[in-house]
């Protein structure tokens, strides 16, 4: 089982940043995959970014490669999603979440704990 907790979230001007984290319980955390997914009001959740367990392998959505960049911290039991050049178009509820199967899938069925989401959002 695995417990996470997202935080970082808030209110933003585009162009600003700003810096999710997420934290998790359980020993298993570090070999597991993680995501970032987001969720806008009356829209599909929709995959973010994921992390291989060892960090080395990373992979972005389109939509926000280059402008943003995660990180974990195996030791601390947390990844980080660190958000530059901010879009109105990035308002959403963010969570993370870990695919304990090693998919590296996109979508949110590939995996399997979910924390409570955290909220961003950004003006123009």
């Known amino acids: 089982q695995v417990q996470l907790v997202e935080s970082g979230g808030g209110l933003v001007q585009a162009g600003g940043s700003l810096r999710l984290s997420c934290a998790a319980s359980g020993r298993t955390f570090s070999t597991h995959v993680v995501g970032w997914f987001r969720q806008a009001p009356g829209k599909e959740r929709e995959f973010v970014v994921a992390i ?29 999603l660190q958000m530059n050049s901010l879009k109105p178009e990035d308002t959403a509820v963010y969570y993370c979440a870990v695919d ?15 924390g409570q989401g955290t909220q961003v959002t950004v003006s123009s």
């Open 100 to 114: 304990q199967h090693g998919t590296f899938g996109r979508t949110p069925s590939a995996y399997d704990y979910w």
């Open 52 to 80: 291989s367990w060892s960090g080395r392998i990373r992979s972005y959505a389109d939509s926000v490669k280059g402008r943003f960049t995660i990180s974990r911290d195996n030791a601390k039991n947390t990844v980080a």
